[in-house]
C-alpha cells in the first residue's frame, strides 16, 4: 500500500466508503459515480497500479468476487448482464468495475461524454442514503 493512494487509504479504513465485501486480499465498495446503482468497484488491497501487474492467484480473488457480486446484481436488480472491466482512469491502483447493464449502452464511453467526445462529465452522485441502502442490498448474501 502506499501513504497518499485513495484506494489504499479506503483499503486501510482512512476514508469511509461503503463496503460491499472485504477479506485480507480484496475490497468491493460502491463507486461514488456510478453508471448505475449497484456499481461497485473491486481492489485488490495490495497496491498494483496497473491490472496486468497484479499477481495471478490475487487476479483470481478480484474475479471471484466480481463474479459473486454480478450474482447478487442480477438477483437484486433483475437485469439479464453484469459487466466487469478494469479502466484505471482516475486512480493509479488497479481496480475493477462491476455495473448491473439496464440499458445495452450502460458502460460505454456515451455514459461519460455528456459535453461531447472532447469532455468528461462524471455520472451524478446518488444520494447518501440511497448508497447506504444499496450497500446493504449488496452486502447480503
Same mark, same amino acid.
Given at each position: 500500500?502506499?501513504? *497518499?493512494?485513495?484506494?489504499?487509504?479506503? $483499503?486501510?479504513? @482512512?476514508?469511509?466508503?461503503?463496503?460491499?465485501?472485504?477479506?485480507?486480499?480484496?475490497?468491493?465498495?460502491?463507486?461514488?459515480?456510478?453508471?448505475?446503482?449497484?456499481?461497485? &468497484? %473491486?481492489?485488490?488491497? +495490495?497496491?498494483? %497500479?496497473?491490472?496486468?501487474?497484479? /499477481? /495471478?492467484?490475487? $487476479?483470481?480473488?478480484?474475479?471471484?468476487?466480481?463474479?459473486?457480486? +454480478?450474482?447478487?446484481?442480477?438477483? &437484486?436488480?433483475?437485469?439479464?448482464?453484469?459487466?466487469?472491466?478494469?479502466?484505471?482512469?482516475?486512480?493509479?491502483?488497479?481496480?475493477?468495475?462491476? %455495473?448491473?447493464?439496464?440499458?445495452?449502452?450502460?458502460?460505454?464511453?456515451?455514459?461519460? &461524454? $455528456? *459535453?461531447?467526445?472532447?469532455?468528461?462529465?462524471? /455520472? /451524478?452522485?446518488?444520494? @447518501? @442514503? @440511497?448508497?447506504?441502502?444499496? $450497500?446493504?442490498?449488496?452486502?447480503? *448474501?
Amino acid at each position: 500500500m502506499t501513504h *497518499d493512494c485513495l484506494f489504499c487509504r479506503i $483499503a486501510r479504513g @482512512e476514508l469511509p466508503a461503503h463496503i460491499i465485501h472485504e477479506d485480507e486480499h480484496v475490497m468491493a465498495f460502491l463507486d461514488l459515480h456510478p453508471i448505475r446503482p449497484g456499481h461497485t &468497484l %473491486v481492489i485488490p488491497k +495490495a497496491h498494483h %497500479v496497473w491490472f496486468e501487474d497484479v /499477481p /495471478p492467484p490475487l $487476479a483470481a480473488r478480484v474475479m471471484e468476487c466480481s463474479q459473486t457480486l +454480478a450474482r447478487r446484481m442480477k438477483r &437484486l436488480y433483475g437485469v439479464e448482464r453484469v459487466a466487469m472491466f478494469f479502466t484505471g482512469i482516475h486512480v493509479p491502483h488497479a481496480h475493477a468495475h462491476v %455495473v448491473p447493464m439496464h440499458e445495452v449502452h450502460d458502460v460505454t464511453s456515451q455514459a461519460y &461524454l $455528456a *459535453d461531447g467526445p472532447s469532455g468528461f462529465t462524471a /455520472p /451524478p452522485r446518488l444520494p @447518501e @442514503e @440511497e448508497m447506504a441502502a444499496i $450497500a446493504r442490498d449488496l452486502a447480503r *448474501d
